[in-house]
């Protein structure tokens, strides 16, 4: 009799063992059908959905309220305040922009293009202070892809060794580093390098204008110049 009773019992805890599979097994499959079904809805969603502006409004006043066009022209007469802002001189910025502006300019197209002195501005800002580029888009009254998108291509423009004209690059270099100074230096007459004396000088001098985007975040020369 008590045989009989654990085989009757074994039998019920297999059933039951059966049972909770089952429910176990049509609730994955529910919380499947239940994810499938969430992931259609949302592709279909983001096909349907239409963007509500081609420029959003508060960046359409850029051109008057962007912090390039109205305050960068009073920031470039306090060198100070200038150097502390993208940790870079007034002649440095201009002679970075002299050697990648080229690269980084944009065409005319549908609209007006960012100009390739604020796009370097708004890297170097980036670069100097790691800002959010949620920020950076309110502070400059540009997109925050557009942000990103800029700060990308212009650090992209890491291959400026190969691709300048290191014969020609004497023309962004200002007066100071073109004339010659004391007998003992390194360079004399940068404009017009002679074969044994200055040439390799003026080569280093050239390239560590184009180390700028060799490094990540921290430009290494830049101290060690200002």
């Not at 202070?129 to 540009?142: A, E, F, I, P």
């Not at 925050?144 to 270099?173: P, R, Y």
Request: glycine share 2%; hydrophobic share 35%.
């Amino acid at each position: 009799m008590s045989s009989v009773i654990k085989y009757q019992k074994w039998i019920y805890e297999c059933q039951q063992l059966i049972y909770k599979a089952e429910i176990r097994k049509i609730r994955r499959k529910r919380i499947l059908a239940a994810l499938v079904l969430n992931e259609i809805l949302m592709c279909k969603n983001k096909k349907n959905s239409k963007k509500q502006f081609w420029i959003h409004p508060l960046f359409k006043l850029r051109s008057d309220h962007g912090f390039f066009e109205a305050v960068f022209p009073t920031l470039s007469t306090h060198p100070d305040k200038f150097e502390n802002y993208i940790r870079i001189s007034i002649s440095q910025f201009e002679q970075l922009l002299c050697l990648v502006g080229p690269m980084i300019t944009k065409k005319n197209a549908v609209r007006e293009p960012i100009s390739a002195a604020a796009r370097l501005l708004i890297t170097l800002r980036y670069l100097a202070t790691g800002d959010c580029l949620t920020s950076l888009s309110y502070h400059y009254l540009v997109g925050e892809t557009t942000t990103a998108s800029i700060i990308t291509e212009t650090c992209e423009n890491n291959d400026t060794h190969c691709n300048l004209d290191h014969e020609n690059a004497h023309d962004c270099l200002n007066e100071e580093l073109q004339r010659e100074v004391e007998n003992n230096s390194a360079f004399r007459k940068v404009r017009f390098p002679g074969i044994n004396n200055s040439s390799r000088s003026a080569i280093t001098i050239r390239n560590e204008f184009c180390d700028f985007f060799n490094a990540e975040g921290a430009v290494p020369w830049q101290y060690n110049r200002c």
